[in-house]
């Protein structure tokens, strides 16, 4: 059985629906699409590395969250936080795109830890919407009271 | 009684989540099974009382857990909780977690089984981490 029928099997059997599509033009990348707790995740892999795999989904970036220059702030403090993390900007910066990457994780290990890697990944992504909102709260706060700071006689 | 399939609205919010589901009907009760996550969960409804909903999940409780202490453990998530309902199945060894509602048709619960689903999933994750924390 490959990776990927391995895989898609299990998701299937915690009452999951899974999408297959392939990435590229060979069967040795794919990508399996599945959804959870109302969110999407993508979880791509290699036929030829089976212990490398990434986990991604997207987050829309709150309307609130301040300049595209205080959201890549906070999404950076979010990746030196967890260094497997990474954050991207898509879609004119409205959405977050979060991938966990692993190379050492064999398939067997993969399937045991699946909703804890896919829990982690989910709290990691809350994790940075609330980043973003504190620091875009935190930086009116602060950008009041320099205000009022600054206009009082010294 | 009716022919009437008032649960599909409750199948087609499964489907919306992303999940399998199972039909068991038979003549007087509509039923739905599914996992999300490997978990187990049930919809039931009554063909002669279409307004009910019930939507839950049923854990076996550990054969060392004492049963007064999961009855104290589910009574104070009935004080704190909403939407769910804790008890403990004290024949089966059980605690079983469930959401009943009342609804003119069950497309209004459909917008919100997600919700429904999060409560559900919290409730027993705090009622056996309340267990754990008690060894």
Known sequence: MTVREQLARFVEEQGHRVETARVGETDELCELVFRTRGQTFSLAISELEPERFSLSTAYEVPETAGSPAQIREALREMERADPHLRFALAHDDTIFILTLESRDVGVEALIEKFWDIVGRVRQAGNGAVEHMLDRSQSKAAADKFIRQFTKRSR | ?135
Not at chain 2, 42 to 58: A, L
Request: with cysteine; hydrophobic share 40%; net charge negative.
């Open chain 2, 1 to 135: 009684m009716s022919d009437s399939d008032h649960l599909a609205p409750i199948e087609a919010a499964i489907e919306d989540e992303g999940l399998f589901s199972t039909r068991d009907d038979d003549s007087d009760a509509l039923r739905i099974t599914f996992k999300s996550e490997g978990d187990r969960y049930f919809v039931v409804g009554y063909r002669d009382d279409p307004n009910f909903v019930m939507i839950g999940s049923g854990w076996a409780l550990p054969q060392e857990l004492s049963l007064q202490r999961a009855s104290a453990a589910a009574n104070a998530l009935n004080v704190r909780k909403k939407f769910v309902k804790s008890a403990i199945w004290e024949e089966e060894r059980d605690a079983l977690f469930t959401v009943e509602l009342c609804v003119g048709d069950a497309e209004e619960i459909r917008p919100h089984f997600g919700r429904l689903l999060d409560a559900l999933r919290d409730t027993a994750v705090e009622f056996f981490a309340e267990m754990r924390d008690e060894e």
